[in-house]
Structure formats: structure tokens, C-alpha cells
T-cell receptor
């Protein structure tokens, strides 16, 4: 069974630009969560999507947004990039939201903002 | 506010020694706690969760609601245990996890 895939793996942008990251969950998984990982703040929850609906949201500004498609693939978008947005962005998929299902993490997308 | 605290950034032990990675949480609801591990150049993966009360790779963790702790223990550390360990608290329904800052475990030969 293929694992969670994230594209691109590495990305370099400049301040003010916007970026879109993609996450393909494990086949059959309907829930996708996104996390930001930085040395200073650690792993922080961004949002979770289930059946194309945002189910949970973290404490990030509105510049961070996401969506989920009918095939469960998810994208997150960051507009007006700031230097502090440089981070590893991880997505995780699970069978369903609600009861506990193990989350499987992708390899991450390393975003560098110059 | 909900919070997970791992007080040690780095824990270094010798092979065969006992190891305990500390985790304390702050949460007013009924907690669901997990330990995740990330080996070098590998993805973050679930190690164990308090509900299952399993022992995975020799590691155990007991939820102590009185002390709001969920420490990870192993009686005899192995070199292959060297990794980053994250304690996480699940909030409500769904997949929202609050992670601690992580503890790097280094097991020396």
C-alpha cells in the first residue's frame, strides 16, 4: 500500500508570493490533517479535512488555507509569504475523523521563504 | 489552554540502561495521549497510545491523570532506539493533535 505522498518535496519562494502544497492520502483514507514544523515552535496543527469539509482548525492566520477534493487529496495554500513561514509542512491521513484511527504522516514539504 | 510539555530536549543513555522520556499535559477534558517517533531520515510514526496499553518495541507508557503525565519507559535501551520522540494529545474528535517539543534520545554503545 502506497504511503502518504506530498509534492513538491522542496520549495523556495520569496516574501509576498503565494504557495500551494499538495498531499495525497493513503488510498481509502478520508481524513487529511496538516501540520507546520519549525525548530522554534515544533509541530503545530494547521487544519483537518474530512469529506471535503474543514473539521478542525488551528491558530494560524487567514493567509493559511486548505481544501480537500472528492478523491480525498488535499492542498494547502499560503498567501503573502513571510520569512517566518519557512518550515517543514507535514500532512497526515487517516481512515476517518471521529473515532481514533492512526494518522500516517507524509515525508513533508520543506518550504524556504527568502 | 491545552498543552503538552516534554522537559528534556536531549536524553543520552548507554545501551542496556533504563530510559524514561517525560511528558506532561494540560487538558480539562478526557485526554487521549500518544507517543510518536521519528527515526533518522524516516517519517513520523505512531509508537503507542494510552488506550491500547500495548508494549511496542519494549516501550510502555502509563497515563497518570493525577499527575497529568504520560511518561514513556523502556527497561533496557538499544542503539536502534535513538530517535526523536514526540508526545501528543488528541483534542476532541478528529485528528487534531497537540505535540510536545520532542525529546531526542541518544543511546550510546
Amino acid at each position: 500500500k502506497a504511503g502518504v505522498t506530498q509534492t513538491p518535496r522542496y520549495l523556495i519562494k520569496t516574501r509576498g508570493q503565494q504557495v500551494t502544497l499538495s498531499c495525497s492520502p493513503i488510498s481509502g483514507h478520508r481524513s487529511v490533517s496538516w501540520y507546520q514544523q519549525t525548530p522554534g515552535q515544533g509541530l503545530q496543527f494547521l487544519f483537518e479535512y474530512f469529506s471535503e469539509t474543514q473539521r478542525n482548525k488551528g491558530n494560524f492566520p487567514g493567509r493559511f488555507s486548505g481544501r480537500q477534493f472528492s478523491n480525498s487529496r488535499s492542498e494547502m495554500n499560503v498567501s503573502t509569504l513571510e520569512l517566518g513561514d519557512s518550515a517543514l509542512y507535514l500532512c497526515a491521513s487517516s481512515l476517518q475523523a471521529g473515532g481514533f484511527d492512526e494518522q500516517f504522516f507524509g515525508p513533508g514539504t520543506r518550504l524556504t521563504v527568502l | 489552554a491545552q498543552r503538552v510539555t516534554q522537559p528534556e530536549k536531549l536524553l543520552s543513555v548507554f545501551k542496556g540502561a533504563p530510559v524514561e522520556l517525560k511528558c506532561n499535559y494540560s487538558y480539562s477534558g478526557s485526554p487521549e495521549l500518544f507517543w510518536y517517533v521519528q527515526y533518522s531520515r524516516q517519517r513520523l510514526q505512531l509508537l503507542l497510545r494510552h488506550i491500547s496499553r500495548e508494549s511496542i518495541k519494549g516501550f510502555t507508557a502509563d497515563l497518570n491523570k493525577g499527575e497529568t503525565s504520560f511518561h514513556l519507559k523502556k527497561p533496557f535501551a538499544q542503539e536502534e532506539d535513538s530517535a526523536m520522540y514526540y508526545c501528543a494529545l488528541r483534542l476532541g474528535r478528529g485528528g487534531k493533535l497537540i505535540f510536545g517539543q520532542g525529546t531526542e534520545l541518544s543511546v550510546k554503545p
